[in-house]
């Protein structure tokens, strides 16, 4: 009777462990390697739009520096890269128009570096609006795309990179290198949170494209 007992036991256990959240978890659905691709490059393009942002205030604020001109040309090839990466998802048009928002974005951040730099208050909260306004642009653009990204998200994420580039200036020009530290790390940080949620609207937007092989 026992070993009938026993027996029995062992026939139950398979359905009991299919039932079992580590079995549950197994038959979840594996990321598939181009979404693990798309992710991972997307993350890196964004991740050099922070580097080489943060390059060219240290350029534009080092006195003697001389690949400034270098730098913003390397730096506006990111914003073209940024806008190719999204084509195969909002085509050629979608793309260019990203690029276009983001080179802006540039634009308007080294004409801040350069106001702040020689003393002009004034200028510097013009061009901060302008900058807020580019940033709302952009936004709009991102949430009116894909139905995953609500604007006012983005909007705050967009305002919360503004805010740590302007750290990472300000501390430049007082040479508060601890500070400037903080805000570039926290700049990085920051842009990896920003670009997974683009990303993660991005492949639920486009499932088929993110199919396991």
């Not at 393009?45 to 690949?67: F, P, Q």
């Not at 990466?85 to 048009?93: D, H, L, R, T, W």
């Not at 901060?128 to 705050?156: G, M, Q, T, Y």
Request: hydrophobic share 45%.
């Amino acid at each position: 009777m026992k070993k009938l007992l026993i027996m029995g036991f062992m026939l139950l256990l398979p359905l009991n462990m299919a039932s079992s959240p580590i079995s549950a978890a197994a038959q979840k659905p594996c990321i598939s390697q181009s979404q693990v691709k798309f992710e991972n490059e997307f993350r890196k393009l964004w991740i050099d739009h922070v580097l080489w942002t943060s390059n060219y205030i240290t350029s534009a604020t080092t006195a003697g520096a001389e690949d400034q001109k270098q730098v913003m040309a390397r730096l506006m090839k990111n914003q073209e890269d940024i806008g190719n990466s999204i084509k195969p998802y909002y085509g050629e048009a979608g793309g260019n128009k990203l690029t276009e928002l983001l080179k802006e974005h540039i634009v308007v951040a080294a004409d801040i570096v350069e106001a702040a730099k020689s003393g002009q208050g004034a200028k510097v909260n013009q061009l901060n609006k302008d900058w807020h306004r580019n940033a709302d642009d952009i936004a709009a653009f991102l949430s009116s795309a894909n139905p995953h990204l609500k604007n006012e998200d983005v909007k705050k994420l967009l305002y919360m990179h503004l805010e740590l580039v302007t750290g990472d200036l300000s501390a430049s020009l007082v040479k508060d290198w601890d500070a400037r530290i903080v805000s570039i790390d926290e700049g990085f940080s920051h842009i990896m949170i920003m670009t997974d949620a683009i990303a993660d609207a991005i492949v639920k937007q486009f499932p088929d494209k993110f199919k396991s092989e």
